[in-house]
Every structure is written in C-alpha cells, then in structure tokens.
C-alpha cells in the first residue's frame, strides 16, 4: 500500500498573459497568473489523494500539468521512480498508456461523432495496440463490464447524445481504463452528475483503485464527497496548498482557517467551536494579482500583522499534517 | 447496426433541408442543370465548338418564323440523305450497304441506262445563304468500265443545275465528295459569275425541287457505294436559339454550358474548399508561426482586387480552362480559412481533443480524427456557396475574351454576342439565355449554400 507511484515536486504553472497595448506603453509588467504555484506530493499504488479548493484555484491546471498535458513552469513529475518532467511527446508516448484523464464533462470529452466503440477504441488505436480487431473488441468489452454498463454490447455502437450522463461518464471511466494504466487524474467527474448517480461512480474509482490497485488523483470542489473516498486531501487555495493530511483527519481536526471554513460550507458546526459557521468573507482574489504574505489573510477571521507580510511554510506539525498557516498548532 | 446513427442522422438532415422552401428551390432549379449538363448530347445533336455554318451567320431562331416580317426567312435544312430517303427513279438497282455506315446505299448500274435516285424537297421560302453536300463513296467496276455520276437539282420548273460530274475510268477507292455553293468550280459549271451566289440563283423559286443523283455505266455494270448524303442549306431561321456570327448552334452553346459552368464551379470551389480547410485546420491548431503566417497571407488575399488581378494574371498564364480554374481557386481559399480556423480554435479545446492527447494522439492524429470530421459539415456549406463565385469569376473572364476559346461557357456566349452585333441587332434569344442561365444557377447554389449553413453552421444551432 505504501508504495509510491506518483509524486509532484514543488510544481509550478504560471501563465503569461498577454499585455493591452496601454499597459506595454506604460511599461507595466507582464501580468502572470499563479494557476499553480508550489505543489507537491505523493500519490502511493491504490491510493485515492483528494485535491479540494474553490473554483479557480488551480486544480484542473494541476490536474493537467500532472499529466504533461501542459508543461510545468517549474518543478519534477516522478512517475515509478524516473523524472518524467523533460521527456518529448515521443518519449511520453510509452508513459501515457499508464497516465489517463476523467473529465468533469462528460458531453465535451467524447467526439460527438463517434460511436461509444470507437471512442473507447481510440487509445488502443493511437498507442499501436490495435493489431488484432477480435482482441479490441474483447478489450471493449471487458472494459464496458469493469465500469457496469451491462450488457456491454448494447452500448457500443450508440452515440454519447444517446447515452445518459451518468452512462457518459461511465464511458469516459472505461475510455481511461482501456488501456490499464496505473495513474488517472479525475477532474471533477462527478460534478456534472445527478446526486443519484454520483454515489455510483465515486464507488466505482473506489472499487477500481481497491480491485485494481489504480491510483488516482480526484479533484473536486466538493469536499464531502472527496472524504468519502479519498485517503488523503489537498487544500488548494490561489495555486498553493495550504493543508494535506488524510481525509478523516482532515475533517474532524481541520488546522488552517481556510479549510474549516471549507468544511463547516458542508457539515453541520461543531459544538465545540461555539456552534457558529466559519464563513470567509469577500470574494477569491484575482490570480493574476494575488495578495503578499499569506495569500489567504485579507479574507481570514484570524489574521494578524505578520500575515500580510510574511507567507507561511507548509509544515509538517505531527503524523504527517502538513498546514501552511503561522498559528496552527496540533 | 454498426451505421444506425449515421443514416438516422442523414435522414433527418434530409428532411431538415427540405422542409426549407429556399432549398427545395435550389436543388429543382441545380437539378434541372444538371439533367441538361448530363443529358446535353441528347438534347442537341450538334457540338457547340466544332459544327459551324449550320445556319446563316446570327439567323434567328426557328419559331421566330411566326414573328411578323419573318414568315418568308429560309429555314435551315440539316439532314441526311441515305438508303431510306432516296427514291429510285430509274434503274431499280438500289441496296443497303450497311456494312460500311448506317443508312449508307449502293447502286449497281445496268450498263447504257441512266440510274437515279430522287429526293423530293418542297421549297417555299426565300432563298437560303449556302448549300453544302458532303458524303464520301467508291466504286467498283471493271477496268474497262467508264462511269458518270452526277449531282443535280432540278427545279420547280424542270430545270437542271449540275452541281457536280464525274468521270471514272474503272474502280475507285473510297474518297470524299464535297458541294458547296460557293466553290468556284461549281460557279463556273452553272454558267454564275464569281460574284453570283449559287443558292440565290439556283433556289429563287418557291415549289417542289428534286434533289438527283444519277449514274451512268459503259461497258460493264458498277457498283457505286455511297455514305448518307449530308445535306446542309444555310437558311436564316435555325433551331432552337439560332445561330451565332459562324452559323454555330446557340441552343447547343447553351446546354453544354451548363457542362462546363458546373464543372468549372465545382472544381475551383472543392480546390479553393482543400486549400481553405487545410490552412485552417493547421492555423488553428497549431497556432504560433504558422497561424501568424497563413492569417496575414489571408489578409493580403483579401486586400487584392481579385477581378483586376485574375484579368492580368489570366492573359498571362494564356487561355486554358483549367488554368482559370486553378487561379480562381487561388483566391477564393480565405473564406474558408477563416472559418474552419475559428471552428478549429473552439473545437481545439474540447475536452475530446485533450483526451486524445492524454492517450499520445500526435497532432496529426488530432487534426485528421477530431477536427476534421467536425468541421466537414461547415465545409461543406462553404463549398456549396464558393461555386456560384467561381461561376460567376470564369463567366466574367470569358465575357472579356480571357477564357479558354475552345471551351463553350456561357461567358463565351456573351462574348461573342457582344463582339459580334448582337446588342445592336438586339438578338435577345442569344444574349438573355446565357445571362439567365449564370443567374440561376448560381441562385441554386446560394440558395441551397444558405440552406445547409442555416442547417450546419453551429452558430445557428446548439449541440447537434
Ligand atoms: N490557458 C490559460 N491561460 C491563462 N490563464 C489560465 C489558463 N488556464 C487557467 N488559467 C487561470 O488559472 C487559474 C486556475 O484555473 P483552473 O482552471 O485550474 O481552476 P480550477 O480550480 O480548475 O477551477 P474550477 O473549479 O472552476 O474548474 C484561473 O485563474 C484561470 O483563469
Ligand atoms: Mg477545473
């Protein structure tokens, strides 16, 4: 179980926006958006590791940089113990058989022009393992069964407008599993789903990673879903992590400001903590501008002076809690 | 099972698309041009290029004949003497050669007696301009046979004109034979000045005239094969369009016209629609360099005058069609570009492109499988609505006599309407038809273009 297969060092991914005419005449600065900034951690074999934050704090750029799918600004990807960061699309070519994607849309992920078989068909085909059609179909299928579309031949040779969303979604799940890797990165996948059928494909990456050993990475706004299946959690704020632990621990002791307001945004307070809401105020500032220091203390109920001047470590306070906030304590 | 999808989709496209009154239209009125294109040498026995003076140079159409002043105009007789239309007058002798041509004849003569064959004309009207006789024969006889044949008319009133004897000594390889009311010979055997005109003076009367052929033998009998006889009398009422400055049949110029212009149209536009989908298709895609590149070149496209350019550029590279075509095709590309390039850039950020990555797909993987079929559909309502400025683009150049001369399009029509006195002469069933037909066809095209935009473009509609 303690096995690494993945790990993301210190990653980066800032974007370069384009200046206005005015801006470069007045000699502003190019305006750069910290999408994700200082990231890392280890994903261990079966292990489901949560990332949570707001919309915009840079978890779909995570999820993407993650899979080279865009290139990191700085930092490493070590997968299986080799640096992976450097290699050409040519070289990634192998490692992609390993590392899948789930997206939050299940509509926008499938060509609409193509039936459920070929969509499923297409990392066989692009990776050469197409050979024999008999051995694809077989892989489809068995495929098709793994992710509970039964039975499996009535589904592929539909269309995805003619298949439900939770059934799209299933698809997509099948579509990154076809090809067996050990690695997939969820963006969202459930997000877009019926409440009914969400608990359905959140068991099913449970099963697949228990069953199968696959890892994955699960990115969610939603934390209560993410503590039901994951092992451990990040807490994402403006393309930072601001705490990790395991999801229990997470939950029920929640060291940073900004994750027990996370928290009581879903669960009932605690009685402990006077019964009141933790609510941030103010909206989620402008990634291209972020606030100095602590990148959270302009909307922090317990902000001091050195929080605006100073940005906090990411510490490991015991048992392997890392939180990025000067007055945490155990 | 494995099509389902695709044939429910193609259906109800098609029922889409027809329901829509504007592409009903379009397609009757292209599929109406399209009958005439294919069915053209059905409709018209003549070739619009090569079969001149069938007619008196800009005679009027045959139905003009009811106009008032016109009743007594000749009409042009085109036929074929052959087996069928001869009579035998004398000598009985008269066989089928099919063997050598259809409709071809042979006559064994009886040595001393005259042999004729006879074809009745009734001839009422004015005279004609010229007369023509073609047809090609041989003999066969022993050496010691002389043989005579002759072609005569005879007029209302009995008198004979001999437009052609001969005199042949034994037998004779087949070879052609050719009357033609302006041959100087001919002039002189009838007696007419170099300056009289054979026709005015042979068919000055109105009535029945007898068209002859007569052989005559000595010694042994002979056999003379002959070819149907073509018969062509220029007259100033022609078909169904009349006749252009040559005696050339318009109504033929016309019908296979309708070849050339859909041709023409199709060709350029599916040209233009490659080099226009493959540019914006990498533009969009790959973006950086290349997009700068390909854009800007659109850019200068579009800054050029086309007409003015294609008029030089055309007199330059000389006068074939399909160089026409090729540089019409050269710019008209940036339209196309320009939408499949933006189409690209929306489909460049589906999800289903960056889950082919996430597989390994190259680039040119990604560009053939995900984006192209995507934006076929909008390519092709391009295509569609590309072909009516091809049409138009090569009907101007051909008005302007930049086009290609052998080729009968409708631009040439106009052209040598325009050269050669039909504006002045205000030969109307020449010009109009021509200006009518470049109008509806490429109505058909807009109409049916705007259908399928109005069915395919995304912008009109949501998630198919
Ligand atoms: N290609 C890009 N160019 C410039 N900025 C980008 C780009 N992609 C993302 N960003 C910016 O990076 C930040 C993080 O975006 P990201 O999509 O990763 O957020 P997210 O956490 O996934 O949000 P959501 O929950 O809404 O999906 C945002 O401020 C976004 O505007
Ligand atoms: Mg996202």
């Not at chain 1, 899979?67 to 490692?95: C, R, S």
């Not at chain 1, 990790?244 to 060291?255: G, I, M």
Request: a neutral charge; one cysteine or more; charged letters at 20%.
């Amino acid at each position: 179980m303690s096995q690494v297969v993945f790990e993301a060092k210190n990653l980066k991914k800032y974007f370069y926006l384009r200046k206005t005419l005015k801006d470069s005449l007045q000699g502003k600065p190019t305006p750069i958006v910290h999408a994700v900034d200082g990231v890392s951690f280890t994903v261990n074999k079966g292990e489901i590791v949560g990332v949570v934050g707001e919309s915009g704090c840079g978890k779909t750029t995570l999820g993407r940089v993650l899979l080279k799918l865009i290139e990191p600004t700085a930092g490493n990807i070590v997968f299986e113990g080799k640096d992976i960061t450097k290699l050409t699309a040519e070289q990634m070519k192998l490692y992609r058989r390993k590392l899948q994607l789930v997206f939050q849309d299940p509509f926008e992920s499938m060509n609409p022009r193509m039936d459920i078989y070929s969509i499923i068909a297409e990392p066989l085909r692009i990776q050469g393992l197409d050979k024999d059609e008999a051995e694809v179909e077989a892989k489809i299928l068995k495929t098709l069964d793994e992710v509970e579309l039964k039975p499996a031949e009535e589904y592929i040779y539909r269309y995805p407008h003619e298949l439900s969303g939770g059934q799209r979604q299933r698809i997509a799940i099948a579509r990154a599993l076809v090809l067996d890797p050990e690695f997939i990165v969820a963006d969202e996948p459930v997000s877009m789903l019926d409440v009914s059928i969400r608990g359905e494909v959140l068991n099913l990456m449970l099963r697949l990673s228990k069953e199968r050993d696959v890892s994955f990475v699960y990115i969610t706004h939603d934390l209560a879903t993410a503590r039901h299946i994951c092992n451990r959690i990040i807490v994402m704020y403006l393309g930072e992590t601001v705490e990790q632990c395991t999801a229990d621990e997470l939950v029920y002791s929640p060291l940073h400001p900004y994750t027990k307001a996370l928290i009581s945004a879903v669960l009932p307070p605690k009685p402990q903590e006077g019964g009141v809401k933790a609510i941030l105020e103010g909206e989620v500032p402008n990634a291209a501008n972020p606030p100095s220091g602590c990148r959270l203390h302009p909307r922090c109920p317990i902000a001091k002076e050195i929080c605006s001047k100073q940005s906090p470590e990411l510490r490991d306070i015991g048992n392997n809690h890392l939180v990025a906030c000067h007055f945490a304590k155990k | 099972m494995k099509k389902r999808g695709f044939w429910v989709n193609a259906t109800k496209f098609c029922r889409e698309f027809i329901s829509k009154p504007q592409g009903r239209l379009g397609l009757i009125i292209l599929g109406l041009f399209i009958f005439v294109a294919v069915a053209a040498p059905i409709l018209t026995p003549y070739d619009p290029i090569d079969d001149l003076y069938l007619a008196e140079g800009m005679a009027k159409p045959a139905w003009a004949k009811v106009l008032p002043g016109n009743s007594k105009l000749p009409v042009t007789v085109h036929t074929r003497l052959g087996f069928n239309e001869w009579q035998v007058a004398s000598g009985e002798d008269l066989h089928n050669a099919e063997e050598i041509k259809e409709n071809a004849f042979a006559i064994k003569t009886t040595p001393g007696e005259f042999s004729k064959l006879v074809h009745d004309v009734n001839y009422k009207t004015d005279p004609p301009g010229n007369f023509h006789f073609e047809t090609r024969y041989s003999i066969d006889a022993s050496e010691e046979t002389t043989t005579v044949l002759a072609f005569v008319i005879v007029d209302p009133n009995g008198k004979e004109w001999r437009l052609w004897e001969k005199k042949i000594f034994g037998s004779l390889k087949p070879q052609d034979l050719l009357i033609d009311s302006r041959q100087l010979d001919l002039k002189t055997r009838l007696g007419l000045t170099i300056f009289d005109e054979a026709s005015k003076v042979i068919f000055a009367k109105k009535g029945q005239y007898k068209v002859l052929l007569r052989a005559y033998s000595e010694g042994e009998p002979a056999i003379i094969t002959m070819e149907p006889v073509a018969v062509n009398i220029q007259g100033k009422l022609h078909g169904v369009l009349g006749a252009d400055h040559m005696g050339g049949d318009l109504w033929s110029q016309l019908i296979y016209g309708a070849r050339i212009s859909l041709i023409i149209g199709i060709v350029a536009a599916l040209i233009a629609v490659f080099i226009g989908t493959a540019i914006g298709i990498a533009s969009g895609y790959i973006g950086g360099f290349v997009d700068e590149f390909f854009m800007r070149l659109a850019d200068v496209m579009l800054s050029i005058p086309t007409m003015p350019v294609l008029i030089i550029l055309s007199s330059l590279i000389g006068k074939n069609i399909w160089n026409v075509v090729i540089l019409i095709a050269l710019f008209s590309w940036t339209s196309t570009a320009r939408i499949v390039r933006s189409q690209t850039l929306t489909l460049k950020e589906r999800a289903f492109v960056e889950a082919a990555r996430a597989s390994g797909a190259s680039k040119t993987y990604t560009m053939l499988v995900h984006i192209l079929p995507n934006v076929i559909p909008l390519v092709f309502a391009a295509l569609v609505l590309l072909i009516p400025g091809a049409i138009l683009y090569e009907a101007t150049l051909s008005f302007l006599g930049l086009g290609d001369p052998t080729t009968p399009t409708w631009g040439r029509m106009l052209h040598n309407a325009r050269s050669f006195g039909a504006f002045t002469m205000r030969a109307w069933w020449w010009i109009l038809p021509p200006g009518l037909a470049i109008t509806l066809l490429s109505l058909s095209f807009v109409f049916i273009g705007n259908t399928l935009d109005e069915i395919l473009n995304p912008r009109n509609k949501e998630r198919a």
